[in-house]
């Protein structure tokens, strides 16, 4: 069984960074992309990262490109995204993803996230 397990979100304030962390199990970690997703309010489910399977490659959606840093440690099983800069509009909860994930849905496997809230 596929398990996934966010953490490291929290309360920051605008400008403020957060490493987020994604522990996985029940499947061959370092055979897979993975994928960083977001729920925003009012916005709904959006891709925000993704990584290859052995980490050579990266992708941003554009509003996050060049202040988040995602990252994976295939020796142990764990996934990171690194957020630099928060803003108000990166509120929301924080799922990884296996697989890739550009158009997140209901259907995409995703842990139970990790709730990340930017306020001054």
């Known amino acids: 069984e596929v398990q996934l397990v966010e953490s490291g979100g929290g309360l920051v304030e605008p400008g403020g960074s957060l490493r987020l962390s994604c522990a996985a199990s029940?499947?061959?970690?370092?055979?897979?992309?993975m994928s960083w997703v977001r729920q925003v309010p009012g916005r709904g489910l959006e891709w925000v990262s993704d990584?290859?399977?052995?980490?050579?490659?990266?992708s941003y959606r554009r509003s996050v490109k060049g202040r988040f840093t995602i990252s994976r440690d295939n020796a142990k099983n764990t996934l990171h995204i690194l957020l630099n800069n928060l803003t108000a509009d990166d509120t929301g909860m924080y799922y990884c993803?296996?697989?890739?994930?550009?158009?997140?849905?209901?259907?995409?496997?995703r842990g139970q996230g990790t709730q990340v809230t930017v306020s001054s």
């Open positions: 029940g499947f061959t970690f370092s055979n897979h992309p």
């Open positions: 993803a296996k697989g890739y994930a550009r158009m997140p849905s209901d259907g995409t496997v």
């Open positions: 990584i290859s399977s052995g980490g050579s490659y990266t």
